[in-house]
């Protein structure tokens, strides 16, 4: 889905460097995510936000920092980076369910491999 | 808060068989329900959603089901090819909150 797009798309780094990923849309929708996806397991949230003053820490938030600039960027950082912190990490955007016509399916971006040396 | 389990977490198929794929719910309030299809090194895609005035959806050879007493739906796909080889996800929503997905089940299509 081009309308959700992230970059880096492929990051090597080192043990204790600080990186930060990038999520942008251009779906209008208020509410943006961070998963993390690991080899053959399923989708693990980090963080998430329903507009651009909330920020709410998902299942596994320990390592990670988010940053909401505006409703079409959210941002994932990783302080110092760690190995096991070597995944796929997948931004993904969502309307607001609860109205007449809104859904809360959500739509993912390209995916940003990240191996931590 | 919700929580959704899959099964299988995996499933082989001969081709032309059908597969089915298995989610429960525990949030009674739930009232939407997606299914992704996830490609090797792709993005998880939306493939059918059913909401919880339905019964059942269909789109070709894919369908959904779904029994809210039971709290459970499942997706069916009927005259397997090859090329739905793949990671499929259940989720679960009440709507104005967030998806809780299933855990993922890898369908393997054997030629």
């Given at each position: ?7 880096p ?31 053959g ?54 309307d ?5 016509s809104g ?15 | ?64 089901t779904?029994?809210?007493t039971?709290k ?31 855990g ?8």
């Amino acid at each position: 889905d081009a309308d959700v797009t992230q970059t880096p798309r492929n990051r090597i780094t080192k043990t204790g460097k600080r990186i930060m990923l990038e999520c942008s849309q251009t779906k209008g929708h208020d509410r943006m995510y961070w998963y993390r996806q690991d080899p053959g397991l399923g989708l693990r949230l980090i963080y998430y936000s329903f507009d651009v003053k909330d920020i709410n820490k998902g299942e596994i938030s320990d390592g990670y920092s988010v940053s909401r600039q505006a409703q079409a960027k959210f941002s994932l950082s990783l302080e110092s980076a760690i190995p096991n912190q070597t995944a796929l990490y997948f931004c993904a955007t969502s309307d607001f369910g609860g109205g007449p016509s809104g859904t809360d399916t959500q739509y993912f971006g390209p995916g940003t491999r990240l191996t931590v040396l | 808060g919700e929580n959704v389990e899959q099964h299988p977490s995996t499933l082989s198929v001969q081709e032309g068989d059908s597969a089915v794929i298995k989610c429960t719910y525990s949030d009674s309030a739930s009232n939407y329900f997606p299914w992704y299809k996830q490609e090797l090194g792709k993005r998880p895609q939306l493939i059918i959603d059913i909401r919880s005035n339905v019964g059942e959806k269909k789109d070709q050879r894919i369908a959904v089901t779904l029994n809210k007493t039971a709290k459970h739906f499942s997706l069916h796909i009927t005259e397997t090819q090859p090329e739905d080889s793949a990671v499929y996800f259940c989720a679960a929503s009440n709507a104005g909150n967030m998806l809780t997905f299933g855990g993922g089940t890898r369908l393997m299509v054997k030629p």
